[in-house]
């Protein structure tokens, strides 16, 4: 599946990009089977629950940066609109 068509499966859109400004975004990460990741890949829902969750990332989406190392300082990166 490229990009673009992962995309267009996504109904979230972040905020309009403000200089300086960061746009915070969560990741979160689980492990799946081999099952799961051809589903995932094909375009197909894959239900996910915290008994497979690995962990949870905090950060910027533009500069990249971790929640706990750039919050309070302004973001440096340009960030592109979606």
Known sequence: MSETEYDQ???GKPPAKVTGQHR?????????TNGQALAA???SAV???HE???GMHTGCLDCEGEYHEVRG????AEGYDW
């Open 41 to 43: 890949e094909s375009g």
């Open 73 to 76: 300082k302004p973001c440096p």
């Open 24 to 32: 915070w975004i969560v990741l979160a990460t689980y492990t799946i």
């Open 52 to 54: 497979n969750r690995i």
């Open 9 to 11: 499966g996504c109904a």
């Open 47 to 49: 239900h996910l629950d």
